[in-house]
């Protein structure tokens, strides 16, 4: 198991229930993702190029999905977004398994890869 996987597999619930889930989900859309373990956080990357992290904050309880080309995302979803005081990235954020939207997940992560090849800013 890589340190990516295993940070996920060894969270405590709900977290581990939420990132397996959003783990799945990514795998399922974007098959060509390379899960890598970078800052300490799991990070997908296709062709070398960052999509998205996921991180359990266990201070603030909530599971966060950033993604890099959070610009590019249509303005129908950005009000599903959280950008707290980031200027680059964009997040999703989640408490509970049951607030995972795997329609809009799917949507954002589609957009991103679409976008993945374009500069982090608009």
Not at 30 to 47: D, F, G, Q, V
Not at 52 to 67: E, R
Not at 94 to 103: C, P
């Amino acid at each position: 198991m890589n340190p990516a996987e295993d940070y996920i597999v060894n969270q405590p619930e709900p977290y581990r229930a939420i990132l397996m889930h959003l783990q799945a989900v990514i795998e399922h859309t974007l098959p060509e993702a390379e899960l890598k373990y970078k800052w300490r956080i799991p990070c997908y990357y296709i062709n070398k190029k960052p999509i998205c992290y996921l991180n359990a904050t266990h201070k603030k309880a909530f599971v966060d999905v950033g993604f890099w080309h959070s610009a590019h995302i249509s303005k129908k979803y950005v009000d599903y977004l959280v950008s707290e005081n980031r200027k680059l990235v964009k997040s999703l954020r989640y408490t509970a398994l049951e607030e995972v939207d795997d329609a809009i997940f799917v949507a954002i992560l589609e957009e991103v890869y679409k976008h993945k090849d374009k500069s982090f800013y608009k």
